[in-house]
């Protein structure tokens, strides 16, 4: 198995493992950021710890079985921080919309495509 493989399995296993808690339901404002309307479910796995000591974040698409699709890789020079998103059942399309949020402003990021969907 190459290491790519075990990521993926090894993301999967997490997800798999961990109740996903949507704290910030599509067609909701953020709430520091209320021109900001969330395209899809957005919210963690509990009982994990991401680098800024919350729980890993999840967008949630509307492909059913929720496998991860997809993660994204952010950087924010405004916060100084590195996070990852993991993608549930996205579509190609979500994916889209959910990478191009987090190219704005301070922010950049890069797409990693699950290769075993």
């Not at 899809?40 to 000591?53: E, H, I, N, S, V």
């Not at 509307?62 to 998103?85: F, Q």
């Not at 987090?102 to 990021?109: E, K, M, P, V």
Request: with cysteine; glycine share 8%; hydrophobic share 30%.
């Amino acid at each position: 198995m190459s290491s790519s493989e075990d990521f993926w399995l090894k993301l999967e296993q997490l997800v798999a493992t961990s109740n996903v808690k949507i704290n910030r339901p599509r067609g909701t404002s953020h709430p520091r950021y209320p021109s900001f309307v969330y395209p899809l479910d957005y919210g963690y796995l509990q009982d994990t710890k991401a680098g800024d000591g919350a729980g890993i974040d999840v967008w949630i698409g509307s492909l059913s079985g929720k496998t991860v699709t997809a993660v994204i890789c952010t950087i924010d020079l405004e916060k100084r921080d590195t996070e990852i998103k993991i993608l549930l059942g996205c579509t190609s399309d979500e994916t889209q919309t959910i990478l191009k949020i987090h190219n704005t402003g301070s922010q950049s990021a890069t797409l990693l495509l699950c290769n075993h969907n």
